[in-house]
């Protein structure tokens, strides 16, 4: 039996393309949660929070990103992200990592990779991959931020030991160059879902823009016990996470 691919549900595009674009509703939380990106990528924070270099010419909220407003957990609830996550992958994730990053570099930070990979006979990253909502809230005008190789994490092959960058092998460049590249670009109001095994690439933002981004990560709930959760913060956070959800469902 042969179906038409324009027919496909929105879980089967996620399983062949490996990324979601969706729109936040235009609410309170979110009017709220975008304020406060834009202050934090003013550098005007709250008393206790520090912006400090992670990558060259970026820099990411500290001591964590959830403590910082409740939106930015509320949000994900009130656009029901929990259900829309499950449903594309078709497995229960739980949120792992929250970070906010503002950046200035003009070069690519993270050029071509996919954040989980298998080097030899090792692995890098969380196997099967985490998969990332991420918002880069348009500060001046839309411009492209991340750029990622569409159907990438189903092309690929278990060993590879040749890399050209971590988390991007010989063979990936081979890929890059049959896969198409969608391009996601800063917005008011749209946001990322991928698949992290995708190979993806950090536009460099142009001279005198500042960007910033807000990056969820999901996992199994295995996944975060043993990878995440010996680290207090983590913990912290998908407490607050999987709280709002128990709530919201009473
Ligand atoms: O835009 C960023 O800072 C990071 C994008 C990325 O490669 C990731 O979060 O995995
Ligand atoms: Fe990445």
């Not at 990103?65 to 939106?71: D, N």
């Not at 890399?163 to 990936?172: E, K, M, R, T, V």
């Not at 001279?207 to 807000?214: G, M, P, T």
Request: glycine letters at 4%; charged letters at 25%.
């Amino acid at each position: 039996m042969a179906t038409k691919l324009s027919d496909i549900t929105e879980s089967q595009r996620y399983y062949l393309e490996g990324f979601y674009e969706g729109k936040f509703l235009d609410t309170e939380t979110f009017q709220k949660f975008k304020s406060e990106l834009l202050n934090i990528c003013s550098e005007n924070l709250k008393e206790d929070f520090s912006l400090e270099e992670k990558y060259l010419g970026t820099k990411d909220l500290r001591p964590n990103a959830f403590e910082y407003c409740e939106s930015f957990i509320s949000i994900l609830i009130e656009n029901k992200i929990d259900k829309l996550v499950n449903n594309l992958t078709g497995k229960r994730l739980t949120l792992a990592h929250l970070q906010v990053r503002t950046s200035l570099a003009e070069h690519s930070y993270m050029p071509w990779h996919r954040d989980s990979y298998v080097n030899g006979d090792e692995y890098v990253g969380p196997i099967p991959p985490a998969h990332k909502l991420i918002f880069y809230l348009n500060t001046s005008n839309p411009s492209p931020k991340l750029e990622v190789a569409i159907g990438s994490h189903i092309c690929r092959f278990r060993n590879q030991n040749q890399f050209i960058l971590p988390g991007c092998s010989n063979l990936d460049r081979e890929i890059l160059n049959v896969c198409p590249v969608k391009q996601y670009l800063s917005s008011d109001d749209t946001f990322l879902i991928f698949n992290t095994g995708m190979l993806h690439s950090v536009v460099p933002d142009q001279k005198d823009e500042k960007s910033i981004r807000i990056i969820y990560s999901f996992v199994e709930r295995g996944q975060f016990e043993e990878i995440f959760s010996h680290k207090n913060s983590h913990l912290m956070l998908n407490n607050t996470y999987e709280n709002a959800i128990a709530s919201k469902e009473l």
